[in-house]
C-alpha cells in the first residue's frame, strides 16, 4: 500500500518537475554541449543556412495574342558554397492553360507541371522558361498566373552536421588572439568590478543602517541602476562622458578643472603622474569598471544591509559598555559578521562579472582596450562571422568558469546553504 | 579646552558644507547659470568662521535664532565672495547652511571632550556625505535622461551646459522628442511588443516552475537533491556561453526575429531562479493545510490550485514582477535574435536607433526614458516584493 503510494507520489513528481527540466535542458544545458560540437568545426556565419533552392516567377505576353504567355523563373541555388541535390520543382496553371514544348524534365499533368531539376551546384544560376496557351484560345489573366507560388525542394548537407573536425579554432584563439591580453583585461575588469561594487556596498549599507530620516526611500533609491534596463543607463552615461558634448567634460572645462576634454571611453591610455612616479592608467577600461561597480554595488548593498540588520542591537550595547571607538565596533562587531555574505557575494559576482557583455558592449563595443572574453565570442562569432572560433572562446569562458565554482564550492559551499 | 578634535571638527564640518555647496553650484550651472569658478578655497575659510562661531555661541541663544541669524551671514559673505548669482541661487545657499546648522547642534565646547569625538565626527560627516553622495552620483544619470529628452538639438549645441526646462513652450514642443519617436520610429509598436514577451514569460515561467518548484518542495523522488543543486549551477551559466549554439539553431529553425522565439529563451533562462524561489515559499507552508486537501480526495492538481497558490500569493507575485523585470530589461538575446526592426523589442529598438549617428541625442534619450519608466514605476509600488525577491533570487540579473 504505501508502496504505490511513494510510487505515485514519485509519478506525480516526475509529471511536474518533467516540463520545466525538458524545457531548461534545451535552452540552456544543451548549448553549452553543442558549444563543444561547433568549436571544432571549421564553419562560418554565412554555412549555417541550409541551402534552398528558390525560384522567381516572371510572366510576360509573347505577342498580341493575349492566349499565348511566356514564363520565366530565375532559378537559384541560395548558398554561395554548397550543392542541392535533387531539385524537385512544382507550379500550377489556371483552367484551360496548358504548357507548349515543354522542357523534357518536366511534365505536365492535372494542371500541374512538375520538374525533376537534378543537382545544383553552389551558386547555380539559370533561366527556366516555358510557354503557356489557353486552350480555348481566351485571354489568360496574368495576375492570376503571377499569384501562384512554384514550390522547390531538394536536398543539402546540414554543414553543421558534418562529420569533419578541426583543433585550427582553438589554436587560433591561443595563438592569434592576443589571448594573454585578452584574459588579462577579463581579469581586471572582473576583479575591480567585483572589488569595487563590494566596497561601495558595504558604505552604502553602513550609512542606511543608521537611523537617518527618510531610509526605506534611499534604499530604494539605491537600487534604481540595478533595477534600470542596461541600454538606457549605457546610453546615459555614454552621453554624459562623451568628449565633445558631453556633460561631465563640459562641467570640468568649465570650472577649469582640466584644459582638454577627456575621452574616457575612447581612450586606452591616459598617463598619471602621483607623487613624481608616471604611470599609465587603462582609462576606458576604468571607466567601464566604474559604470559596472555603479550599476552592481546596489545588490551587494541590499544583501549586506539585509546581514546588518540582523546583528543584535545589544552587541553594541556592549561594546558601548566597555568604551569602545566607532572604528573598533565596525572591525570588532560589524566586519566578523558579515565576512560570510562579504565571500558569497564576491564569488557570485566575480562569476557575473566575468561573464557580463551588454555593459561593455554598449559603452565601448570592445574598443580602447576594453575586449573582455565575453565581448570576444560576439566580436569572433557575429563581427568576424567566425561561429566556430566564436565557440572555441565560449568553451574557453566554459572552462574558467566550471574551475572557479569547484574553487567556490570547495572554499564556501557550506555556508552558500546556511544563506 | 581639547584642540585637536575643535581642529578637526572645523576642517570636517567645513569640508562637508563646501561639497554640498559645490554640488549646488554644480546643479545650477546645469540650469543655465555661468559660473567658471567653484571657489573652493574662500567657501571653506568662511564654512571654518561658521562652525567656529556656532561652536562659541553655544547656548547662549536660541538654537532656532542662532541657526537662522549664522546662515544669513554665511549667505551674505557667500554672495560676496562670489560672482553675481540670481536670488534663488542665494535662497538655496541659504538654506543648505540652515539644514548644516541644525546638523551641527549636538556639538558644543562640552561635547567635543568626549571620548572619541574625532572618529564620532569623521563618522557623523561621513555619513551625511556619503548620503549625499550617493544620492547624487545615483540619481544625476536619470536626471540627465529625462532632462535632456525634454531639450532641442539646437538648445544643446548652444549651451551643453543648460538643462533648464523651458516651461512656457507648448506640452507639444516641450514633448517634441516623444512625440518624434512614437511617430517616425515606430515605439508604440516596440512598447507592445517589449509588453508581450514580458508578460508571456511571466505566464509561462509561472506555468512551468509553479508545479516543478512544489515537486521540490515537497515530493520525494529520484534526482531531487541533484536537481536542487543543479538549479544553483545552472544560474551561475552566463547567457553569453548560450548565444552561439541558440543562434545557429534558431536559424535553422526559422525562430530567429519570432517573439515566440524570444519567449522560449527568456522563459527557460528564468526559470531556475523562479523555481529556486517559489520552492523556498513553499517549504514554509505547513504541511498539515495539504494533508487536510489529501483527506478531502484532492489531487496534487487541487492542491496546487486551491492550497498553494492563494496561500503563496506573495511570493508568486514577488517572483512574477521580477522576471517581468528581466524580460523588460533583457538585452543580449534581443540583440542577437531580431534583425528585423518588425519585430523588435524597445532595448533592441534603442540600440537600433544608437547606430544611426544622425539621430540627435534627446530621441534616445526619450526612448531610454521610456524604457526606464515602467521598471521604475512598479520597482517603486512594490518595492517591498521585489527586494524579498531580490534577495531570494540573488544571483540571476
Same mark, same amino acid.
Given at each position: 500500500? =504505501?508502496?504505490?503510494?511513494?510510487?505515485?507520489?514519485?509519478? !506525480?513528481?516526475?509529471?511536474?518537475?518533467?516540463?520545466?527540466?525538458?524545457?531548461?535542458?534545451?535552452?540552456?544545458?544543451?548549448? /553549452?554541449?553543442?558549444?563543444?560540437?561547433?568549436?571544432?568545426?571549421?564553419?562560418?556565419?554565412?554555412?549555417?543556412?541550409?541551402?534552398?533552392?528558390?525560384?522567381?516567377?516572371?510572366?510576360?505576353?509573347?505577342?498580341?495574342?493575349?492566349?499565348?504567355?511566356?514564363?520565366?523563373?530565375?532559378?537559384?541555388?541560395?548558398?554561395? $558554397?554548397?550543392?542541392?541535390?535533387?531539385?524537385?520543382?512544382?507550379?500550377?496553371?489556371?483552367?484551360?492553360?496548358?504548357?507548349?514544348?515543354?522542357?523534357?524534365?518536366?511534365?505536365?499533368?492535372?494542371?500541374?507541371?512538375?520538374?525533376?531539376?537534378?543537382?545544383?551546384?553552389?551558386?547555380?544560376?539559370?533561366?527556366?522558361?516555358?510557354?503557356?496557351?489557353?486552350?480555348?484560345?481566351?485571354?489568360?489573366?496574368?495576375?492570376?498566373?503571377? =499569384?501562384?507560388?512554384?514550390?522547390?525542394?531538394?536536398?543539402?548537407?546540414?554543414?553543421?552536421?558534418?562529420?569533419?573536425?578541426?583543433?585550427?579554432?582553438?589554436?587560433?584563439?591561443?595563438?592569434?588572439?592576443?589571448?594573454?591580453?585578452?584574459?588579462?583585461?577579463?581579469?581586471?575588469?572582473?576583479?575591480?568590478? !567585483?572589488?569595487?561594487?563590494?566596497?561601495?556596498?558595504?558604505?552604502?549599507?553602513?550609512?542606511?543602517?543608521?537611523? $537617518?530620516?527618510?531610509?526605506?526611500?534611499?534604499?530604494?533609491?539605491?537600487?534604481?541602476?540595478?533595477?534600470?534596463?542596461?541600454?538606457?543607463?549605457?546610453?546615459?552615461?555614454?552621453?554624459?562622458?562623451?568628449?565633445?558634448?558631453?556633460?561631465?567634460?563640459?562641467?570640468?572645462?568649465?570650472?577649469?578643472?582640466?584644459?582638454?576634454?577627456?575621452?574616457?571611453?575612447?581612450?586606452?591610455?591616459?598617463?598619471?603622474?602621483?607623487?613624481?612616479?608616471?604611470?599609465?592608467?587603462?582609462?576606458?577600461?576604468?571607466?567601464?569598471?566604474?559604470?559596472?561597480?555603479?550599476?552592481?554595488?546596489?545588490?551587494?548593498?541590499?544583501?549586506?544591509?539585509?546581514?546588518?540588520?540582523?546583528?543584535?542591537? =545589544?552587541?553594541?550595547?556592549?561594546?558601548?559598555?566597555?568604551?569602545?571607538?566607532?572604528?573598533?565596533?565596525?572591525?570588532?562587531?560589524?566586519?566578523?559578521?558579515?565576512?560570510?555574505?562579504? =565571500?558569497?557575494?564576491?564569488?557570485?559576482?566575480? /562569476?557575473?562579472?566575468?561573464?557580463?557583455?551588454?555593459?561593455?558592449?554598449?559603452?565601448?563595443?570592445?574598443?580602447?582596450?576594453?575586449? !573582455?572574453?565575453?565581448?570576444?565570442?560576439?566580436?569572433?562569432?557575429?563581427?568576424?562571422?567566425?561561429?566556430?572560433?566564436?565557440?572555441?572562446?565560449? $568553451?574557453? $569562458?566554459?572552462?574558467?568558469?566550471?574551475?572557479?565554482?569547484?574553487?567556490?564550492?570547495?572554499?564556501?559551499?557550506?555556508?552558500?546553504?546556511?544563506? | 579646552?581639547? *584642540?585637536?578634535?575643535?581642529?578637526?571638527?572645523?576642517?570636517?564640518?567645513?569640508?562637508?558644507?563646501?561639497?554640498?555647496?559645490?554640488?549646488?553650484?554644480?546643479?545650477?550651472?546645469?540650469? #543655465?547659470?555661468?559660473?567658471?569658478?567653484?571657489?573652493?578655497?574662500?567657501?571653506?575659510?568662511?564654512?571654518?568662521?561658521?562652525?567656529?562661531?556656532?561652536?562659541?555661541?553655544?547656548?547662549?541663544?536660541?538654537?532656532?535664532?542662532?541657526?537662522?541669524?549664522?546662515?544669513? &551671514?554665511?549667505?551674505?559673505?557667500? *554672495?560676496?565672495?562670489?560672482?553675481?548669482?540670481?536670488?534663488?541661487?542665494?535662497?538655496?545657499?541659504?538654506? &543648505?547652511?540652515?539644514?548644516?546648522?541644525?546638523?551641527?547642534?549636538?556639538?558644543?565646547?562640552?561635547?567635543?571632550?568626549?571620548?572619541?569625538?574625532?572618529?564620532?565626527?569623521?563618522?557623523?560627516?561621513?555619513?551625511?556625505?556619503?548620503?549625499?553622495?550617493?544620492?547624487? %552620483?545615483?540619481?544625476?544619470?536619470?536626471?540627465?535622461?529625462? %532632462?535632456?529628452?525634454?531639450?532641442?538639438?539646437?538648445?544643446?549645441?548652444?549651451?551643453?551646459?543648460?538643462?533648464?526646462?523651458?516651461?512656457?513652450?507648448?506640452?507639444?514642443?516641450?514633448?517634441?522628442?516623444?512625440?518624434?519617436?512614437?511617430?517616425?520610429?515606430?515605439?508604440? @509598436?516596440?512598447?507592445?511588443? +517589449?509588453?508581450? %514577451?514580458?508578460? #508571456?514569460?511571466?505566464?509561462?515561467?509561472?506555468?512551468?516552475?509553479?508545479?516543478?518548484?512544489?515537486? %521540490?518542495?515537497?515530493?520525494?523522488?529520484?534526482?531531487?537533491?541533484?536537481?536542487?543543486?543543479?538549479?544553483?549551477?545552472?544560474?551561475?551559466?552566463?547567457?553569453?556561453?548560450?548565444?552561439?549554439?541558440?543562434?545557429?539553431?534558431?536559424?535553422?529553425?526559422?525562430?530567429?526575429?519570432?517573439? *515566440?522565439?524570444?519567449?522560449?529563451?527568456?522563459?527557460?533562462?528564468?526559470?531556475?531562479?523562479?523555481?529556486?524561489?517559489?520552492?523556498?515559499? *513553499?517549504?514554509?507552508?505547513?504541511?498539515?493545510?495539504?494533508?487536510?486537501?489529501?483527506?478531502?480526495?484532492?489531487?496534487?492538481?487541487?492542491?496546487?490550485?486551491?492550497? &498553494?497558490?492563494?496561500? +503563496?500569493?506573495?511570493?508568486?507575485?514577488?517572483?512574477?514582477?521580477?522576471?517581468?523585470?528581466?524580460?523588460?530589461?533583457?538585452?543580449?538575446?534581443?540583440?542577437?535574435?531580431?534583425? +528585423?526592426?518588425?519585430?523588435?523589442?524597445?532595448?533592441?529598438?534603442?540600440?537600433?536607433?544608437?547606430?544611426?549617428?544622425?539621430?540627435? @541625442?534627446?530621441?534616445?534619450?526619450? #526612448?531610454?526614458?521610456?524604457?526606464?519608466?515602467?521598471?521604475?514605476?512598479?520597482?517603486?509600488?512594490?518595492?517591498?516584493?521585489?527586494?524579498?525577491?531580490?534577495?531570494?533570487?540573488?544571483?540571476?540579473?
Amino acid at each position: 500500500m =504505501s508502496d504505490s503510494l511513494s510510487r505515485l507520489e514519485k509519478r !506525480t513528481a516526475y509529471t511536474l518537475v518533467l516540463p520545466a527540466v525538458l524545457l531548461v535542458f534545451a535552452i540552456v544545458l544543451f548549448p /553549452i554541449f553543442a558549444n563543444v560540437w561547433i568549436s571544432f568545426k571549421d564553419i562560418e556565419l554565412k554555412d549555417i543556412r541550409i541551402p534552398e533552392p528558390r525560384a522567381k516567377k516572371i510572366v510576360k505576353s509573347i505577342s498580341e495574342n493575349q492566349s499565348e504567355l511566356k514564363i520565366i523563373y530565375k532559378l537559384r541555388n541560395s548558398s554561395l $558554397i554548397q550543392e542541392i541535390r535533387n531539385v524537385q520543382f512544382q507550379d500550377k496553371l489556371p483552367t484551360n492553360v496548358s504548357p507548349i514544348n515543354l522542357d523534357p524534365r518536366c511534365n505536365f499533368q492535372s494542371k500541374k507541371i512538375v520538374c525533376n531539376f537534378g543537382n545544383w551546384q553552389a551558386k547555380y544560376r539559370k533561366n527556366f522558361e516555358i510557354t503557356v496557351v489557353n486552350n480555348k484560345g481566351e485571354i489568360i489573366d496574368k495576375k492570376i498566373i503571377k =499569384s501562384q507560388k512554384p514550390i522547390l525542394s531538394g536536398k543539402a548537407d546540414n554543414p553543421l552536421l558534418t562529420t569533419n573536425f578541426t583543433l585550427e579554432n582553438f589554436k587560433k584563439v591561443f595563438y592569434e588572439n592576443n589571448f594573454v591580453e585578452l584574459l588579462l583585461t577579463t581579469f581586471y575588469f572582473t576583479f575591480f568590478g !567585483t572589488v569595487g561594487a563590494i566596497i561601495f556596498g558595504i558604505l552604502a549599507a553602513q550609512l542606511v543602517n543608521q537611523n $537617518i530620516q527618510g531610509r526605506t526611500y534611499m534604499r530604494g533609491i539605491l537600487l534604481f541602476p540595478y533595477v534600470g534596463p542596461v541600454v538606457a543607463l549605457a546610453y546615459t552615461w555614454t552621453l554624459l562622458l562623451d568628449p565633445n558634448s558631453g556633460t561631465l567634460n563640459a562641467l570640468l572645462v568649465n570650472f577649469n578643472i582640466i584644459e582638454q576634454p577627456i575621452n574616457l571611453l575612447g581612450q586606452k591610455y591616459i598617463t598619471m603622474s602621483i607623487l613624481g612616479f608616471e604611470f599609465k592608467l587603462r582609462l576606458a577600461l576604468t571607466t567601464v569598471i566604474f559604470f559596472e561597480i555603479w550599476r552592481y554595488f546596489p545588490l551587494a548593498f541590499l544583501f549586506i544591509l539585509a546581514r546588518l540588520q540582523a546583528i543584535p542591537q =545589544s552587541l553594541y550595547e556592549a561594546a558601548q559598555v566597555d568604551g569602545a571607538s566607532p572604528i573598533q565596533k565596525f572591525t570588532h562587531i560589524t566586519l566578523p559578521q558579515i565576512t560570510a555574505i562579504i =565571500s558569497i557575494l564576491f564569488m557570485i559576482r566575480f /562569476i557575473w562579472n566575468f561573464n557580463k557583455f551588454e555593459d561593455i558592449f554598449l559603452l565601448t563595443g570592445g574598443a580602447s582596450g576594453t575586449r !573582455t572574453l565575453p565581448i570576444n565570442v560576439y566580436q569572433q562569432g557575429f563581427a568576424v562571422s567566425d561561429i566556430g572560433m566564436g565557440s572555441a572562446v565560449s $568553451i574557453v $569562458i566554459v572552462m574558467l568558469l566550471l574551475s572557479f565554482m569547484i574553487i567556490y564550492f570547495r572554499l564556501i559551499g557550506k555556508r552558500a546553504n546556511e544563506f | 579646552m581639547n *584642540f585637536k578634535s575643535l581642529a578637526i571638527f572645523l576642517i570636517i564640518s567645513s569640508l562637508f558644507l563646501t561639497c554640498i555647496l559645490s554640488i549646488w553650484k554644480i546643479m545650477s550651472t546645469l540650469q #543655465g547659470l555661468i559660473f567658471t569658478n567653484l571657489n573652493v578655497t574662500p567657501i571653506f575659510l568662511i564654512s571654518i568662521l561658521l562652525s567656529l562661531a556656532f561652536v562659541f555661541i553655544g547656548n547662549k541663544i536660541n538654537h532656532l535664532i542662532k541657526i537662522f541669524s549664522l546662515s544669513f &551671514i554665511f549667505s551674505i559673505l557667500y *554672495f560676496y565672495f562670489n560672482e553675481a548669482s540670481p536670488y534663488w541661487y542665494i535662497l538655496g545657499v541659504f538654506l &543648505i547652511t540652515l539644514f548644516f546648522t541644525n546638523k551641527l547642534k549636538k556639538y558644543s565646547i562640552q561635547s567635543l571632550k568626549e571620548d572619541f569625538i574625532s572618529e564620532k565626527i569623521i563618522f557623523d560627516f561621513i555619513t551625511l556625505f556619503g548620503i549625499v553622495f550617493f544620492a547624487f %552620483v545615483i540619481l544625476f544619470p536619470f536626471y540627465i535622461m529625462l %532632462v535632456t529628452s525634454f531639450k532641442t538639438q539646437i538648445a544643446l549645441l548652444v549651451n551643453p551646459l543648460d538643462f533648464s526646462i523651458d516651461f512656457t513652450k507648448s506640452l507639444a514642443e516641450l514633448f517634441k522628442s516623444y512625440f518624434v519617436i512614437f511617430e517616425t520610429y515606430n515605439f508604440g @509598436r516596440y512598447i507592445l511588443i +517589449s509588453s508581450a %514577451v514580458s508578460i #508571456g514569460t511571466v505566464i509561462v515561467t509561472l506555468l512551468f516552475a509553479i508545479p516543478a518548484a512544489y515537486a %521540490v518542495a515537497r515530493l520525494n523522488f529520484f534526482g531531487k537533491n541533484f536537481l536542487s543543486t543543479s538549479i544553483l549551477i545552472i544560474y551561475m551559466f552566463p547567457a553569453i556561453v548560450l548565444v552561439i549554439p541558440l543562434y545557429t539553431v534558431f536559424s535553422q529553425l526559422g525562430l530567429r526575429n519570432s517573439i *515566440f522565439g524570444l519567449l522560449i529563451v527568456y522563459t527557460a533562462t528564468t526559470l531556475p531562479v523562479a523555481i529556486y524561489m517559489l520552492q523556498g515559499y *513553499f517549504k514554509s507552508i505547513p504541511k498539515e493545510i495539504e494533508d487536510a486537501g489529501i483527506m478531502d480526495g484532492q489531487n496534487w492538481f487541487g492542491i496546487i490550485l486551491k492550497i &498553494i497558490i492563494p496561500l +503563496s500569493l506573495p511570493a508568486i507575485a514577488s517572483v512574477a514582477l521580477y522576471v517581468f523585470m528581466i524580460a523588460w530589461n533583457e538585452f543580449l538575446f534581443s540583440l542577437m535574435f531580431l534583425d +528585423s526592426p518588425k519585430s523588435f523589442t524597445l532595448s533592441r529598438a534603442i540600440q537600433y536607433l544608437s547606430g544611426d549617428a544622425e539621430i540627435p @541625442r534627446q530621441y534616445l534619450m526619450a #526612448g531610454s526614458v521610456i524604457v526606464t519608466l515602467p521598471v521604475l514605476f512598479i520597482f517603486i509600488y512594490f518595492e517591498k516584493y521585489l527586494v524579498s525577491g531580490l534577495t531570494a533570487g540573488s544571483v540571476k540579473e
